[in-house]
C-alpha cells in the first residue's frame, strides 16, 4: 500500500474514533487492511501533523492540527490564554505548565510559528520547555506569553 493512501485511511479513522494511544491506531490499521508497523505510524504521526488533544468529552485523542488563515500569532494568543496556566524564564529558557493533555498542542503552535526567538519546544502532557537561543529571546518569549493575558 502507498504511503498517500495509508495517510487518508489514517485520517479517516482518527476523524472517525477517539484514538489515544499510537497502539490503538495501529490496531485500527490492521482492522482496515492496513499492514504497517509501530515505527511507520509513529512516521505518519509526525508528518501528517498529528498531535493529542483533549476532546469536548474530554478525553485525550490524537487531532490533525493544521493551520488555518486566523493570523498564527492570534491563534497562539488565545491557545495560552485557553492552555497556559503559568511561565517561569530560566535564563535563556521558559517552563511553561498548561491544563493537563494540551502540552503538546501548544507547543505545536509555538514551533509552527517559527520564532527567530525559540530554538525549539520540548512538551509532555503538561509541561512544555521552551529554549531560547539566549536569555533575551526567552525574556521576549515570556513577555510574549504574559501579553495574552494583558499583562504586558
Known amino acids: 500500500m502507498k504511503k498517500a ?5 489514517v485520517s479517516r479513522i482518527i476523524s472517525a474514533q477517539v484514538i489515544e494511544t499510537q497502539q490503538q491506531l495501529l490496531t485500527e490499521l490492521q482492522r482496515a ?11 505518519d504521526i509526525r508528518e501528517m501533523n498529528i498531535v493529542k488533544a483533549k476532546g469536548a468529552d474530554g478525553r485525550t485523542r490524537y487531532v490533525i492540527y493544521s493551520q488555518k488563515t486566523d493570523s498564527s500569532l492570534d491563534k497562539l494568543l488565545a491557545s495560552i490564554r485557553d492552555n497556559g496556566l503559568s511561565i517561569t524564564r530560566v535564563q535563556f ?48 518569549f ?9 499583562n504586558a
Open 93 to 140: 529558557l521558559n517552563v511553561i505548565h498548561t491544563v493537563p493533555s494540551n502540552g503538546n498542542l501548544l507547543a505545536a503552535l509555538i514551533d509552527d510559528i517559527e520564532f527567530t526567538q525559540v530554538v525549539g519546544t520540548v512538551a509532555g502532557h503538561d509541561t512544555i520547555v521552551v529554549i531560547s537561543p539566549d536569555e533575551d529571546g526567552a525574556r521576549w
Open 33 to 43: 487492511g492496513v499492514k504497517a508497523t509501530q515505527a511507520t505510524v509513529s512516521r
Open 5 to 9: 493512501e495509508r495517510q487518508r485511511i
Open 142 to 150: 515570556n513577555q510574549l506569553y504574559q501579553r495574552a493575558f494583558g
